[in-house]
């Protein structure tokens, strides 16, 4: 009787202990990027150095704008901006930004396409 509560014990210690390692995963690196869907551009985020970089690699009188932000629950695609960089041009030179940002909340990077007050051919992709 002594082994099988020893053993049952050893067990909820160890689901315990596999909680606190997955739990434990969310605040990790998250590096990521995403292109505009016209492949005009993209935007990547680089976890150490917390560093948001905006690349326009087409010619075509639109630039590129990159967002790193806190998702809705409701609407991943949109949420509160921490983070918004430019590249107005393909000038061969992206434009990059850090920002500390806690890693314990959920991010998200969107990428769009923009000219003026318009904006189109976003893409998004939830980082943590």
Known sequence: MKI?????AGGVFAAAAMGVVLSAGVAGAANGSVSVSDNSGYASWLEN???LTVCDSKADGWGVRGYIYRPYSGDPANGTVLIKVSDPSSDGK???VSENIDESIAISIKVC???GSS???CEHKRLR
Do not use: F
């Not at 099988?4 to 049952?8: D, G």
């Open 94 to 96: 992206c434009e990059a």
């Open 49 to 51: 150095g917390d560093t």
């Open 119 to 121: 904006i189109i051919y």
């Open 4 to 8: 099988s509560l020893v053993s049952r």
């Open 113 to 115: 396409n923009y000219k």
